[in-house]
Each structure stands twice: as C-alpha cells, then as structure tokens.
C-alpha cells in the first residue's frame, strides 16, 4: 500500500492495513494461532518469528527475497506467564520498533545486487522508529546554524510525525528496543538521562547503567528509565547510524513529560552519537553484557567446532558473500521436507567445510577471491554441543572489513567471547563459561572473531545468517538441521514446490 513512512510517500509492505504490521502480545506458554493471507501480486511470503524461544521482546518480518527491506515487520511482545515476575520493576512501558528506509522498491534493490557491474542500493534516506521518520525536513533543525534542511511543520496527526513517549516525572518506564534494519547498526540515546540495560534479545542480562547503546540489525533489548529530570521540559530520544560512514540523518522520538506539551522542543540538541567507526567504544559496550546472575551457564565442553570465515567474493564475476568459500543458494525444494523425506537430489549431500584453509590470511585481500554456490548444509547430531567460531576477514577491496550482526533460528546461543584477528586453539582458554550472555544475534567486529556455543536441540532446519539483509541476499549465510525425523506434520504449503511436489503428485496417482 501507500505510505509515507518519511514524508516521502511509497510503497511498503504492510499487514492488515497497517505499517508496521500489528503488535502481536502474548504471555509464555499461550499457543498463538495466526493466519497468513497472501496478498502480494507478484511473490510468495515467509514469516520469521524472530527468536522466539522465551518472554520478552521480539519481532517478526517477512523473510522471503527482501520483503524486510520492504517495510514488512512487526513487533511480538511475551509476557511472562500468568502469576510469575519479572526480575526487575516499572510502571509503564514503550516499544520502539527500529528500521531503516530506501525511495527505491526492493525489486529494484534486489536487481541491483544481482547485476554485473554490482549496484549497491546504498545508504538509507531515512531512520525509522516506529516506523516514522523525516526525509525532507527535520525535526531538529532549528537548533542547528549551518543545517540546509528545513524545521518539519508537522500537526502530530501524519504518518511520518514523530512517536511521541508520554511519561509521568519520577517514574520507571520499561523501553523495549528491537531492531528490524535492512542494513543499519544504531546507536540510541536519551538526551538527559540514563539507561539501565535489563533484557537482550529475550533473556535477562545482569543489569547496568548506560548513557547510550548500541543495537544491531535482530537484536532487541529493554532498558528502564527512571523520569529524573526537569518535568518542564521534553528531551530526545535518537537513533543513530554505527558502523558505516553515516548519510542519513538521525531519527527522532520524544520523552514527553506530562503536563508538558508533546509540540514544545527540548531545550538542547538531539544527543551526539559516537564517532561511525570507533569501535572500541561498540566493543565496550558489548562487553558489558552478561547474564543474570543466577542464568544457567552453558555446558562446559563441546561436541563440534564449526569455524566459519566471512568473506567477500565474485562468482562468475557477480559480487557475493560466502562462508568458507560457499555463497549460499537456496535450492528450489524446501530444506524442510527435502531432508525429512530423504530426497537427496534436492541439494547437494557433501557438508561444506567445519574450517578453513590454515594458510588464509584474514588481514588481507585473497589471492583468490572466487567462491562457489552451495546450499549450506551441516547436519548437526541432535542435543549435542555445538560450538561456532564466526571468523571476520578483509573484504575484497583493501583494508576494508566490516560488521555482521549473526542470526541463529528455532535457538539461542551463548556467546563465549569475541577477539582480534585469527582465531587459534588457544582462544578457547579465554572463553567466558562463567555468564556468558544467551541472545539469537551477535556480531563479528572488524577483522575479528566471535564464539557462540548452543545446543542442537530443537528438530528442525534452520537458517544461520548475517542479518544485513543485502548481505543474506548475496549469500551471506548457511543452514544447520538436526533431527529433522521428529518432525511432525510439514504444512503442505511447504512441500508443494520442487521434488517434494513432484513426490506428492506420484503418490496421488498411485
Ligand atoms: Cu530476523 Cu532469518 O531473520
Ligand atoms: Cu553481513
């Protein structure tokens, strides 16, 4: 449908009439029961409940082609269970839903990623929260003397006019973060006050107090608040591009103290972000978070060491991502059924690799920087401990490497540690056994290495990716399937495509 997500009217990808689609509320142990109607004209659609395993904060977004660049996500928010507490007080909460927005459709960004020569769709023209934002206006101009851009007029009434946070002085608000980016990691702040942070993508985190954070594409979180400051005033709250060279302007919200008027302007400035790429302050705050004290630490040892190289390729010339030198390709049969029904011509059967070649310099560009297609596949013993070592490298062009938040489905992990450069057998020792924090995304830092550990035990197919969704797109990821024969009945949608169509036609006839 049309919207005007920035002012700039487009067309997104929405649910029931509505951009974002629905918050989906529910408390732990409900069964939901949601009904998916297809009404795009031109393709199929998937969608990911975004590590749902626990109470807390989370989202859901299509997950077929790009359709979450396309404005097609929504928040899911669990309760805990009827009669159970949190670990942690508050008398009111908020949502903030953050994404980031393009003028161009997905179908055109899509093309562009797979075109020779390579076209990149670039950097966002606008931050989301809630999905609203300002393109050709801003809400802080006013207190900027050089600023080209003019101050918004906007009534409160349209699309892209900023989410306003009501709060009551001295007060605890609960915030919860999640991030649905395309391709941004944010920095949020909020002028004048402090955060405590309690919560990371679903499970509790030793709390602790940060001036900002950061939030990377599949991460969520929740922070309190406490209401401390001068109730006459209002102050920012925004969100700010980490990690590439920004060219796009912050996005905004208001913490808007009652009585206070929500239309009158914080006294100072939005709040400054840190510098894009100074990334010992990310690292910084990475490593503040741990478990709850209390949280039950992961299992000692491991089963299986998977250690997975990121890096930049061609393939036939066309720009790609691949992991130990496999680009992923979806094959045309469902993973699902394929492997559940033994059809072994679906994909092909050979693992791809547990390593990668010793010789391989992760500092510098590859003598050889072709890859190959493949489906992905390791097929994990079902509950044994699986440990994966995400291995950062040089892009193709020199002395560039960047950040890749990691998504795992149907799991959470813990994650370990992270460190410089190559990874070696002695970086075991340094692992974090004690609290290692449980989450569903993490990140690999410049030329670094990150070291997630979880347990196979959830039958099923499951897709591990980089969640910067143009990077997904040109084959950023790879599948893990454990126990795939208990699973029970597959929905018929998901086999009527490829060899399991054809199996279930045969069988028809017979
Ligand atoms: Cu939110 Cu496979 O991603
Ligand atoms: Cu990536």
């Known amino acids: 449908m049309y919207w005007s997500p920035d002012c700039v009217e487009g067309v997104v990808m929405a649910i029931n009439g509505q951009f974002p689609g629905p918050t989906i509320r529910a408390r732990a142990g409900d069964t939901l029961h949601i009904e998916l109607t297809n009404k795009l004209h031109t393709e199929g659609v998937v969608i990911h409940w975004h590590g749902i395993t626990q109470p807390g904060t989370y989202f859901y977004h299509g997950h077929y082609g790009m359709q979450r660049s396309a404005g097609l996500y929504g928040s899911l928010i669990v309760d805990v269970a009827k009669g159970e507490k949190e670990p942690f007080h508050y008398d009111g909460e908020f949502n903030l839903l953050l994404s980031d927005w393009w003028h161009s459709s997905v179908h055109e960004q899509g093309v562009g990623l797979y075109s ?202 066309f720009k790609k991502w691949a992991v130990n030198n496999i680009s992923l390709s979806l094959p045309s049969t469902p993973y699902l059924g394929s492997i559940k029904y033994g059809l072994n011509g679906a994909f092909e059967q050979t693992s791809p690799p547990d390593d990668y070649p010793m010789d391989y310099d992760v500092m510098a560009q590859a003598s050889n920087q072709n890859a190959t297609y493949g489906s992905g596949v390791y097929m994990l013993k079902l509950n044994s401990t699986v440990d994966v070592i995400l291995q950062n490298a040089n892009m193709l062009e020199k002395n560039m490497s960047e950040i890749h938040p990691w998504h795992l489905h149907g799991h959470d992990f813990w994650v370990l540690g992270y460190g410089e450069g190559k990874f070696t057998a002695k970086d075991d020792r340094s692992f974090n056994l004690k609290n290692p924090p449980l989450r569903n995304t993490a990140v690999i830092f410049p030329y670094g290495w990150t070291a997630l550990r979880f347990v196979a035990d959830n039958p099923g197919v499951w897709a591990f990716h980089c969640h910067i969704e143009p990077h997904l797109h040109m084959g950023m990821g790879v599948v893990f399937a454990e126990g795939v024969h208990l699973v029970g009945k597959i929905p018929s949608e998901a086999l009527t495509c490829g060899l399991t169509a054809k199996m279930f036609l045969s069988n028809n006839n017979h």
């Open 116 to 317: 020779k020569p390579f076209r990149w769709p670039g950097e966002p023209k606008s931050l989301l929260i809630n999905g609203r934002g300002q393109y050709n206006c801003s809400l802080a101009a006013r207190y900027s003397t050089s600023s080209s851009t003019s101050q918004c007029k906007l009534t409160g009434a349209e699309q892209c006019a900023p989410q306003v946070l009501r709060v009551l002085p001295n007060k605890t608000y609960r915030i919860r973060v999640a991030s649905a980016t395309a391709l941004s990691a944010l920095n949020l702040a909020i002028g004048n006050h402090k955060m405590v942070m309690v919560e990371a993508d679903g499970n509790y985190v030793q709390p602790f107090e940060v001036d900002d954070m950061d939030i990377y594409s599949g991460e969520s979180y929740s922070v309190l608040l406490t209401t401390n400051q001068a109730p006459s005033n209002n102050y920012w709250v925004s969100v700010s591009v980490r990690g590439r060279e920004p060219h796009t302007p912050q996005g905004l919200a208001i913490l808007n103290y009652l009585p206070t008027k929500a239309s009158k302007l914080p006294e100072s400035p939005p709040p400054v972000a840190p510098l894009w790429n100074n990334y010992t302050y990310s690292k910084l705050f990475t490593s503040k978070i741990v478990a709850l004290m209390g949280s039950l630490p992961p299992p000692p040892t491991y089963y299986r060491q998977i250690v997975l190289l990121n890096t930049q390729n061609y393939i036939n010339g």
